[in-house]
């Protein structure tokens, strides 16, 4: 069972850039579809961005329309990492983002997804 664990979360002003980090405990990731979702206070879980990458395939990515264009997700397979990056931030973008991944294709339904990172807080002020 892979483990998540988020890091790069804090506060900035809008229009900055910020990268998150999620890295998993086991080389198993690879076969996995790592993704983002963020949440804010009494609301439901958002999907931010999905990424596969499959052998003799290629990658494959899914992203939110809220973020397209602004984001960018890989992943480095030998080190188990992805990354979220994101430029030109937006109050809007204030949640806690959260890691998570599955076996199959990226999907943007929180419920696909059975491994969850605890979160990291992202603030974007204006």
């Known amino acids: 069972q892979v483990q998540l664990r988020e890091f790069g979360g804090r506060s900035v002003q809008a229009g900055e850039s910020l990268k998150l980090s999620c890295v998993a405990t086991e080389s198993s990731f690879n076969s996995y579809t790592m993704a983002w979702f963020r949440q804010t206070p009494g609301k439901e879980l958002e999907f931010v961005a999905a990424?596969?990458?499959?052998?003799?395939?290629?990658?494959?990515?899914e992203y939110a329309d809220s973020v397209k264009g602004r984001f960018t997700l890989s992943r480095d397979n030998a080190e188990k990492d992805s990354y979220l990056r994101m430029k030109n931030l937006e109050p809007g973008d204030t949640a806690v983002y959260f890691c998570?991944?599955?076996?199959?294709?990226?999907?943007?339904?929180?419920?696909?997804?059975?491994?969850w990172g605890q979160g990291t807080q992202v603030t974007v002020s204006s």
């Open positions: 998570a991944a599955r076996k199959g294709s990226p999907t943007t339904s929180p419920q696909s997804y059975n491994t």
């Open positions: 990424i596969i990458q499959i052998v003799m395939i290629g990658t494959q990515w």
